[in-house]
């Protein structure tokens, strides 16, 4: 099973926004209302920003919003802070009690 | 607070075998699922499989199944992934992580990692 495709990276300017893409296939993202989101940054633990498609853990800022329209979910990130710098990985059930992860986009704040 | 603690860096020869530990605390031990992932150097978070701490239940990802055995210690609330038969491509970060309540997929507390890295 491949990983989910993500953009290699994606870049803004303080106080823009930036969408990240996750696309997948109908036995992933297409699937199940189950994509998650997650905050990476080196040497430290993965954080969960965003669950089932569009929740947001308690913590999280509402400027981090997800969505999902057929095989690609989306993460936005809305007004973006220097410390939004990082890796962002998305992640899906996929079906018979398996998960899988997206490639990973690297967000530069400029 | 829930944390998941992981044992220490390790190194070591290709053929040998590694035992990773994640002690929970602050929880429920056998009420969540702890998954396992992976990072190779340079490359993405790769899942690996999970374990139910409850029956000791296992199911591996597919290229992972038969090099990984995931297991449980419930009396000190602690699991362990354990690697055989490495190889270089086994160098990287690995991480346990639980499952959040009611979910099959998403996972809201992370181990701090453990570096394993192969080499002669």
């Known amino acids: 099973q491949s990983a989910l495709t993500q953009p290699r990276s994606v870049s803004g300017s303080p106080g823009q926004s930036v969408t990240i893409s996750c696309t997948g296939t109908?036995?992933?993202?297409?699937?199940?209302?189950?994509v998650s989101w997650y905050q990476h940054h080196p040497v430290k633990a993965p954080k969960l920003i965003i669950f089932?498609?569009?929740k947001r853990p308690s913590g999280v800022p509402d400027r981090f919003s997800g969505s999902k329209s057929g095989n690609t979910a989306s993460l936005t990130i809305s007004g973006l802070q220097a410390d939004d710098d990082g890796d962002y990985y998305c992640s899906s059930y996929a079906g018979r009690y398996s998960v899988i992860f997206g490639t990973g986009t690297k967000v530069t704040v400029l | 607070q829930v944390l998941l603690v992981q044992s220490g860096a390790e190194v070591k020869k290709p053929g040998a075998s590694v035992k990773v530990s994640c002690k929970a605390s602050g929880y429920a031990f056998t009420a969540f699922y702890i998954h396992w992932v992976r990072q190779a150097p340079g490359q993405g978070l790769e899942w690996m499989g999970w374990i139910n701490p409850n029956t000791g239940a296992t199911n591996y990802a597919q290229r992972f199944q038969g090099s990984v055995t995931l297991t449980r210690d419930t009396s000190i609330t602690t699991t362990y992934l354990e690697l055989s038969s490495l190889t270089s491509d086994a160098t990287a970060i690995y991480y346990c992580?639980?499952?959040?309540?009611?979910?099959?997929?998403?996972?809201?507390?992370w181990g701090q990692g453990t570096v394993v890295t192969v080499s002669s």
């Open positions: 992580a639980r499952v959040g309540l009611n979910s099959l997929s998403f996972f809201d507390y």
């Open positions: 089932d498609v569009n």
């Open positions: 109908s036995t992933d993202v297409g699937a199940f209302n189950f």
